[in-house]
């Protein structure tokens, strides 16, 4: 490991003379990325083999990363890299393969819904084509099954069922001993993400209970219910996992609740962000503030509907971020005074230097970040 630290300092070093960067590996990637893409060093290259239509706003993109990439533990995300109208975009999903098709194929899959208005889902559906190559990050998140193998319940909703797709393939693969159910709420049949791989493996692992609702085919609304987790047997002994629209994941924990699920076998992963929850203390305040900008030497007014993210790119910024969900951390700074709210939870910062992640941040009163 000191020998490995040593040789990467002393990269960097070199880098800084030579190039002024600390990836001088990099430095010739304008190069490499014209002669072969794959042969980048900035970043793994991943390219794109295949291109699945799940439904008429999802499709599932095969992609075959270059080997120095590390893979992954399924339920993991990674963030990819692409180049939108000449500027390089990053955002966050979650992979739908099982570590054995990379492992075994040097192969992953990125189930991606198109999202209005969505720069970057709308450009994969429509730009790229089978042999483009996009970016890789390595994949990171503890949205884990559980070890040893323990009764599961996967409930999902959407677009939500992608990581759990992973879970089950994984399960399948390693013979997971376990009963498990999925509910899986789509808005009609039509919608279903991935229905033939979902039908396969219900079909190949007896463990498997799958039950799919269609929340707006009837003339009132579907939604989860409490009779549905009566009938999941042995609930209270299940480790729950979650993933949808925050509507479903805040009536499942509820219900959860009631039926006496403990707290600590509930696991949730987030794909959206809403508007802040606020803590009792802080519903009569009103939110945003002056931000000061000190790297940049740039002030903005905030009114409180915005992040700090959205608020630096408003302000022609272009901050280093990733999901824009308080994921995966990119995006986190320096905080040197002043107090924001937490947008996922609704509760406010200290008021002094301390580390925060901009696009979950919202200003409460002046605020001074080193941006």
């Known amino acids: 490991m000191l020998a490995k630290n040593t040789h990467t300092k002393a990269l960097h070093w070199l880098g800084k003379q030579l190039f002024n960067r ?28 295949q291109v699945i239509q799940e439904t008429p706003d999802t499709q599932t993109f095969v992609l075959k990363p270059a080997a120095r990439w590390a893979g992954f533990k399924a339920g993991q995300h990674v963030n990819i ?37 969505g720069l970057v889902t709308n450009w994969l559906h429509d730009k790229p084509s089978r042999g483009a190559v996009i970016g890789l990050g390595e994949a990171f998140g503890g949205f884990l099954l559980p070890q ?56 190949r692992y007896s ?39 925050k509507g479903l994941m805040d009536l499942a924990n509820e219900l959860l609740h009631e039926h006496g699920v403990r ?35 740039l002030e903005a007014n905030s009114e409180g509907d915005a992040s700090l993210l959205e608020i630096a790119e408003a302000s022609g910024l272009r901050p280093r971020h990733g999901c824009r969900m308080g994921i995966c951390h990119q995006c986190s700074c320096r905080k040197t005074s002043g107090t924001v709210i937490n947008r996922l939870t609704g509760q406010a910062s200290g ?7 901009l696009c979950i941040s919202i200003p409460h009163g002046p605020v001074t970040i080193s941006v």
């Open 207 to 245: 463990a498997l209970t799958l039950n799919v609702i269609a929340t707006d085919e009837s003339d009132k609304p579907r939604y989860l219910k409490s009779q549905d987790l009566k009938t999941v047997p042995g609930l209270k002994a299940r480790q729950v996992f979650l993933c949808g629209p």
């Open 22 to 49: 600390k990836d001088p590996a990099a430095f010739f990637d304008p190069l490499l990325e014209q002669l072969n893409p794959m042969l980048v060093q900035g970043h793994t290259p991943a390219r794109i083999e």
């Open 148 to 203: 040893p193998p323990r009764p599961v319940l996967f409930i999902a909703g959407g677009s939500g069922i992608t990581p759990v797709l992973s879970h089950l393939e994984t399960m399948v693969t390693r013979d997971f001993r376990a009963p498990v159910t999925l509910l899986y709420f789509v808005r009609t049949r039509q919608d279903i993400i991935a229905a033939e791989r979902l039908k396969a493996l219900e079909s």
């Open 351 to 357: 008021p002094g230097d301390e580390s925060i992640q």
């Open 81 to 117: 890299s692409v180049e939108v109208n000449g500027v390089l975009r990053s955002r966050t999903f979650s992979l739908s393969s099982s570590p054995e098709l990379w492992a075994q194929h040097g192969r992953v899959t990125l189930t991606i819904k198109r999202l209005p208005g």
């Open 263 to 297: 707290k600590k076998d509930t696991h949730s992963t987030f794909f959206s962000t809403a508007a802040p929850a606020l803590s009792p203390d802080l519903k009569n305040q009103a939110l945003g503030g002056e931000v000061q900008f000190a790297k940049s030497n």
